[in-house]
């Protein structure tokens, strides 16, 4: 696995790393304690460096997890958290005061068995409190050694302009894969301008783009797909001309969905670091292969032509969560 900087933040890290989120919340039911420290530890094997998590994923219980698994190896791998929720639940309202902040930022280390937080991430933009101020608290954690970078996460363009004048922005994590293209508009440029690394999540399009979803699909109650509108039976049936492109795609290459998928992410700019989650060995091992995948400019040419003749049905975020994101 090479590794890559996340802009001029000098944070170097796996080319891929790997979103922990679904070990402990999101998908359905948690993984078992030692099947989720089993499969961290696999990726470290694999040349994974690069871990991401939230006090809000489980809450608290992924932190955890992440924690004791690479405790043996702390000190060779990169830790991204986030703060930005009140009582660290996602349900409830943002909650970025400076108080909060510190909070959450002494709870993590204490969870994540460590003395700093590599990468620290505001989980969503807090629109009562001035993102001067957020900046300017992370700079004091900064400044006091518990945190070493600073991120945002779904913010607009303009919040991020405002807080690396306050405090550099390491990287934003957002969306971004091939069946969700928006951040192109003015967060691509802008993080070039600016010297800002991007971490898209979901870069298997919340896993349809691994072609295993149709419209038969049944997610797990605790699923959040089931009130994504992308994710309707109506909308996954319709969706899976998307898929069908992409498969063509794939077999030409002699690769999977999934490996095109993160492979044209990883061809999009050299400071472009996804962070695909999965709980089984055999999707890591197909995730991380695809660093190995190499497109040249005809397969970005073929990719291009043929998906931009499928249009995608349904938003990504029902309207309650789509008020959060590009603030």
Known sequence: MHKRKLGNSGLEVSAIGLGCMGLSYGYGSAVSRADGVALIRAAYERGVTFFDTAEVYGPFTNEELLGEAVAPFRDKVVLATKFGFHAGDSTHAP???????????DAALQRLRTDRIDLFYQHRVDPNVP??????????LVLAGKVKHFGLSEAGAGTVRKAHAVHPVAALQ?????????????????LEELGIGFVPFSPLGKGFLAGTIDDATKFDVNDFRNIVPRFSPEARKANQAFVRRLDEIATARHATKAQIAIAWLLSRKPWIVPIPGTTKLHRLDENLGAAQVALTAEDLRNIETALAEVHVQGDRYPAHLQ???GR
Do not use: C, F, H, N
């Open 95 to 105: 909650d970025s005061r400076p108080e909060r902040i510190r909070s959450v930022a």
């Open 131 to 140: 993102i001067e101020d957020v900046a300017g608290t992370v700079r004091e």
């Open 174 to 190: 957002s969306e971004y894969s091939l069946w969700w293209r928006e951040p192109e508009k003015e967060i691509l440029p802008t």
């Open 323 to 325: 008020e959060r994101v």
